[in-house]
């Protein structure tokens, strides 16, 4: 069954419209000192007075408009659109300035504060009664915002990480026909999708038929790695690529071989610079003097 509506929330509803409209000045005052010095200056103080007006009007026009309905006044009804919209906005906004969800609710919870000193000041058992209501609505907007800043965190916070990721893994032109793709820290399942991904997608721009997939920023290659590597090569050769692994220092080689992890037919080089003179020598090219280590190879 739902909340059932009577003529005495009816009233306290109707009261707490007056209050707010009456005292508005004052209270918006009273809110936007409250916030300010919650926020310690790193927003300006004209701009949060223009947000939390607009957060009030919000709120006076939801209770206004569930009145005309009828409806118990809470987060989810109809009325409250317009303010769970600014309160969303502000959320994401706290969030990305990197401001704590304490910091972000107390842009609700603190008008429950100015509520209740106005309630003080006024000594009416009426009055105190409206602002115990209004607090039980404002604490489900506080709770709203709350939710909505963790939401838009989360978000962010996988936007930053697969910005990184992006950033971690820049493919290279070496030459042409030959592009790199030098690898540093560990390499896991999401990465090796976003190697993958982007070296494809390299092959395809440049038309590169050498691929060289260096590790010599990886700390170390385990079984997993080296699947990881084995789905990236598999991946080139089926674009038509033919990849060289470099990097492979004396410690990985050991640990390989300890493994019995098999690269099969998949040249692997020790350093970047042999890797290219391979791939230039596989593709036809002539060498410039002075790279690579084995050139007469």
Known sequence: MGDVVTQGDMNTRQQAIELLKSHEETLTERWSAAVVATLRGR??????????????????????????????????????GELRALLTELSRNRARQGFTPSETAVSVFALKDAIFELAERSASLETWAVAGWLARVLDGF????????????????????????????????????????????????????????????????????????????????????????LKTVVAARLMGAECTISGISPQIAQ?????????????????????????????GLEIPRGMGHRQGQ
Do not use: C, N
Request: charged residues 20%; hydrophobic residues 45%.
């Open 43 to 80: 927003i300006g103080g004209k701009e949060t007075q223009r947000e939390l007006r607009e957060l009030f009007g919000a709120l006076l026009t939801g209770l206004a408009a569930d009145a005309d309905t009828g409806a118990v006044p809470g987060v989810g009804t109809d009325g409250f």
């Open 142 to 229: 506080g709770l709203f915002t709350f939710e909505t800043y963790s939401r838009m965190r989360e978000e962010i916070i996988a936007d930053q990480s697969e910005q990184l990721l992006e950033l971690s893994t820049p493919v290279v032109k070496l030459w042409d026909g030959v592009v790199a793709v030098p690898l540093v820290g560990t390499l896991d399942s999401a990465r090796t999708q976003v190697v993958m991904e982007k070296l494809l997608q390299a092959l395809v721009d440049t038309g590169s038929e050498q691929a060289i997939i260096d590790i010599t920023g990886v700390p170390a290659v385990d079984t997993q790695v080296a699947q990881h590597l």
């Open 255 to 283: 640990t390989i071989v300890a493994l019995g992890i098999e690269f099969g037919d998949i040249t692997t080089k020790s350093s970047l610079a042999d890797a290219l003179a391979h791939a230039l020598r596989r593709g």
